[in-house]
Every structure is written in C-alpha cells, then in structure tokens.
T-cell receptor
Framework: AQTVTQSQPEMSVQEAETVTLSCTYDTSESDYYLFWYKQPPSRQMILVIRQEAYKQQNATENRFSVNFQKAAKSFSLKISDSQLGDAAMYFCAYGDGGATNKLIFGTGTLLAVQP | DAGVIQSPRHEVTEMGQEVTLRCKPISGHNSLFWYRQTMMRGLELLIYFNNNVPIDDSGMPEDRFSAKMPNASFSTLKIQPSEPRDSAVYFC?????????FGPGTRLTVL
C-alpha cells in the first residue's frame, strides 16, 4: 500500500526567507501524481502545486517549487520569499494517476512565518 | 467556475438530531469525496463516488453515517442520530483526472 510521510510536524521561517518542507512516499507504481495542499487558519484546503511522476521537470508555481526525486521517492516543497500569508498547515499527497482519483495524505507540516 | 460548494458552512445541533451536509461538485468532475477532519484523527476519507456510484465507503465510521449522490451535481452526507464525537469539519472534494479540489468545509458542532 502507498504511504506518505511528512517528518517535520512544525517549521518556522523568517519573512522573505526560503523554506523547504519535506515529504517522502512509498509506492510500487510508476505512474502517479504528487501534490502539495495548503490549509490556512480558515481551514480551506488549497491546491498549491502538482507533479506528474512521468515528468522529469520539477513543477513551479510562482514562489512555490518542488524538488521531485523519483528514485529516492522524495517530493519536497520550496517556498521562496516567504510571506505572512504563507503561514498554514501544508499537506503532501499521493494520487494513483487517475485510476481511482483517491489521494493519500501525509500528516502535515505546520509552517509559521515570523515577521 | 464557482468551485466546490458546500452548505451549510456552520452547523450547530443537539445530540440525537439529524444532520444533512450538502455538496455541489465542480461541473464536469467525475469523482466526489467526503472527508472529515479533527485535531485527534487528522483528515479521514469517509466515502467516495465515481460517476455518481459509491466506490468505497470503508471510512464511514458507523451506520449512523450515510451518503448519497443522486446526480452528478449534488451529494449529501447525513448523520442520524448525531453525537458530540461527530463534531468536526467535513469537506467535500471533487476530482477530474486525479486532482482534487476541495470545498470550504462545513464546521459541525454537536452539543
């Protein structure tokens, strides 16, 4: 069975600095998707970024980028120029490539941004 | 697109009452998911539908919980009778081609 592990329960970063959140996963599949979701205090689950496993190029969305290492089964999120609004719980998730559309979530990393 | 719509956004009820949560998925999405989130248990998948058909309800905690999807535009999650331990935030999400988009959630408080 697939699993997703986020080993950092909490992280802190200074405003305008860069922070990297870690995620590892386990699967025997070759075709899958990986996601980062953000959950601010409002509780809304917001899709931050998505990576298809068959793509070697790392996904980027403005200040958010990933480091996808398929062989190592690692999928970290880098947030550049951190802003106060980035403070949130961040969840890493694994998807099975559309066969079921189900996602398996990690336990989350709570990111604090210090002014 | 309006995104996934959930109602009500907040619900306060008394133990023993019936609670119905509603969800309108994004038009064209073929999968719909119901989640529950609490501090103690995190984010739990309760049930999901593909093309309006329930596929996996193994996450439904007990018979007091039921979910329906009568058409592609609407789903309900019902709790009858409700108990204080059902207090949580309930999310609906819809998906097409593997990416899930979440609604704003319903915060349920059972007194």
């Amino acid at each position: 069975a697939q699993t997703v592990t986020q080993s950092q329960p909490e992280m802190s970063v200074q405003e305008a600095e860069t922070v990297t959140l870690s995620c590892t996963y386990d699967t025997s599949e070759s075709d899958y998707y990986l996601f980062w979701y953000k959950q601010p205090p409002s509780r809304q689950m917001i899709l931050v970024i998505r990576q298809e496993a068959y793509k070697q190029q790392n996904a980027t969305e403005n200040r958010f980028s990933v480091n996808f290492q398929k062989a190592a089964k690692s999928f970290s999120l880098k947030i550049s120029d951190s802003q106060l609004g980035d403070a949130a719980m961040y969840f890493c998730a694994y998807g099975d490539g559309g066969a079921t559309n189900k996602l398996i979530f990690g336990t989350g990393t709570l990111l604090a941004v210090q002014p | 697109d309006a995104g996934v719509i959930q109602s009500p956004r907040h619900e306060v009820t008394e133990m023993g009452q019936e609670v119905t949560l509603r969800c309108k998925p994004i038009s064209g999405h073929n999968s719909l998911f119901w989640y529950r989130q609490t501090m103690m248990r995190g984010l739990e998948l309760l049930i999901y539908f593909n093309n309006n058909v329930p596929i996996d309800d193994s996450g439904m905690p007990e018979d007091r919980f039921s979910a329906k999807m009568p058409n592609a535009s609407f789903s309900t999650l019902k709790i009858q009778p409700s108990e204080p331990r059902d207090s949580a935030v309930y999310f609906c999400a819809s998906s097409l081609k593997g990416t899930q988009y979440f609604g704003p959630g319903t915060r349920l408080t059972v007194l």
